[in-house]
């Protein structure tokens, strides 16, 4: 005899009562909304927030985050604004867009290393700075991390641009430049540019700023007005990515699985992909990774160092460039 | 002079709106300056000498790029217009050009034609060239059959009736194609300045909004550029009047 609808029913009641109270996170109606702004594109080195993301780092920091895509100058602009929360922006522009009146900080180091270096063939690309004069060069402008990078190095070896001929490529497809015989060297991320040129058969090899002129890497910055208003949420969300990032180090296959959810083009290249990622993991470590900490004598020096080069003119200090989410 | 009258108070109109868009918004100066800074910022960019070499690079590849590109145009529209077979042979070439962004062909553009001046030129006139090639295959098209019928009996050849009749009755349609030529030459120098250049109001902007952060100066040699396209405008228009009997 078939059970009737009334006994189903109690049934379920009682299956339910006996399961008691269902463990939670943070419900998703008390967190935080706030909105990220990374590079003009997902890559796969965004790892560490999309780790956070689907790993549940930013959740228990009480935040849903909401990941969008920008170019460079936007992104300080945005968080500048307030229309986002935070940005990922390479240092030496924050001191730029600072200096400006583009009222942000730098509040987390992404990179210990600085990720721009000179690359060209090996045996060809010259270790003293100074043996660069005469050789033609691409970077994609008068602009950004590779052209500070690209002045800084030129300073180190006592030279200027006007000892090397320039090639500008804004579109930065100066590799394409490079395999075309156009260039000499070309400024690029070490974590990109050298496997695409090793992709074309070219052994690549660098010349780098770490022990000629070091400069402060990328990081996450904020919002004077956010920084003001709410630093716990600032150095909960610091701390959320560096517990992501420290967990894509410890194990970049972690990373790469969640870069492969949000990356669509990682599906063409899977295998550059990854040789980027674990380059990419070697330049968030540098000498040793810090959890995000912000290394104030470095930015001390690539302070000075930008004064010099022209790109600021000292009117605004560096501690108003930088926070200490420590002391905040 | 009731014609400058009308252009300054509409000038006057748009400052004033924008202006107010600035007080009504409280924007930050890097987000939208005010006219006034904008205008400051001019005089310092003028004063430091900054500009002029910028401006020059683009004027430079807006006559080139828009005299190439028109000439090219123009010979191409009249076989299109004088010949069907022509027209099925190429149109659908230049029609999948012109449907292809140019913004993603400029950088092998730039590459292919190596990255000087002459890559640069060569952007610009293929922006140009489309709006006039149809334009004037149009206006050959539209002559009047019945004075072309005319010439035919008078025992004119050919080329004597695309001189004589075609060319002439097409000029104001092919006037319109060079009024959107001119002002699509000035975005075409600056596309090709995007895809590789050092020099230029492109490359103004790249580094005054990538490098300095300087939303004024972008906003500069954005004004610069709007007075470009409008003096050349202005030029076409000057040369239509002349030419073109109504």
Redesign the interface.
């Known amino acids: 005899m078939p059970p009737s609808r009334a006994a189903l029913a109690i049934l379920a009641l009682l299956l339910v009562a006996c399961q008691g109270p269902v463990p939670t996170a943070t419900p998703r109606d008390e967190l935080r909304q706030v909105t990220l702004l990374l590079g003009y594109r997902p890559d796969v080195q965004f790892a560490p927030f999309y780790v956070a993301q689907r790993e549940g780092h930013f959740a228990a920091a009480g935040l849903e985050v909401t990941i969008e895509h920008r170019q460079a100058p936007d992104v300080q602009r945005l968080v500048a604004d307030g229309q986002a929360e935070f940005g990922v922006a390479d240092a030496t522009d924050v001191m730029i867009a600072r200096t400006a009146g583009v009222t942000i900080r730098y509040v987390s180091t992404l990179y210990q290393s600085f990720p721009v270096a000179l690359i060209g063939a090996a045996g060809e690309v010259p270790q003293d700075p100074a043996e660069l004069a005469g050789l033609t060069i691409g970077t994609p402008g008068r602009f950004g991390s590779s052209w500070h990078a690209l002045t800084a190095i030129l300073e180190a070896g006592g030279l200027t641009v006007d000892d090397v001929t320039l090639r500008e490529y804004p579109q930065f497809n100066q590799a394409e430049g490079f395999a075309n015989g156009d260039v000499d060297l070309i400024t690029g991320f070490r974590n990109n540019e050298p496997l695409r040129i090793a992709s074309r058969g070219t052994e690549p090899d660098l010349l780098t700023l770490d022990d000629l002129a070091p400069l402060p890497g990328p990081g996450v910055v904020a919002g004077d007005d956010l920084l003001a208003d709410d630093p716990e949420l600032v150095r909960a969300f610091a701390a959320a990515v560096a517990a992501a990032q420290a967990e894509v180090i410890a194990d970049p296959d972690i990373g790469f699985a969640a870069a492969e959810a949000e990356v669509p083009t990682i599906g063409e290249d899977p295998e550059t992909a990854r040789a980027v990622l674990d380059a990419t993991v070697e330049l968030w470590e540098g000498d040793q990774f810090a959890d995000g900490a912000v290394d104030r004598d470095l930015w001390a020096d690539a302070y000075e160092t930008m004064v010099r080069l022209g790109f600021i003119d000292g009117s605004v200090e560096l501690d108003e460039m930088i926070a200490d989410l420590s002391g905040t | 002079m009731r014609r400058l009258g009308a252009a300054l108070v509409s000038l006057a109109a748009f400052l004033v709106v924008w202006k107010l868009a600035t007080v009504i918004g409280d924007?930050?100066?890097?987000?939208l300056p005010a006219p006034e800074e904008v205008l400051e910022r001019g005089a310092r960019a003028v004063a430091s000498g900054v500009l002029w070499g910028h401006t020059g690079a683009t004027l430079l590849e807006v006559v080139l790029g828009f005299t190439a590109g028109a000439t090219a145009a123009l010979l191409t529209g009249i076989a299109l217009g004088k010949s069907v077979l022509v027209e099925r042979v190429l149109s659908p070439y230049i029609v999948a050009a012109q449907a292809v962004p140019i913004l993603a062909l400029?950088?092998l553009l730039?590459?292919w034609f190596g990255?000087g001046l002459l890559a640069r030129v060569v952007i610009c006139a293929l922006i140009v060239f489309f709006p006039i090639a149809i334009a004037t295959m149009v206006g050959i098209r539209s002559t009047d059959p019945l004075l072309d019928e005319m010439l035919r009996s008078l025992g004119a050849r050919p080329a004597q009736r695309t001189r004589l009749l075609e060319i002439p009755s097409a000029l104001p349609v092919i006037f319109g194609g060079l009024r959107v030529g001119v002002t699509l030459a000035v975005i075409g120098a600056v596309v090709a300045?995007?895809?590789?250049?050092?020099v230029g109001l492109g490359?103004l902007i790249?580094?005054a909004?990538?490098?300095?952060?300087?939303?004024k100066l972008m906003f500069v040699a954005l004004a610069v550029l709007a007075g470009i396209g409008l003096a050349f405008y202005g030029l076409v228009v000057l040369v239509e009047r002349r030419l073109v009997t109504r």
């Open positions: 924007y930050p100066e890097f987000i400029a950088p730039h590459i990255g300045e995007w895809a590789g250049a050092s490359v790249n580094i909004n990538q490098g300095l952060f300087d939303t």
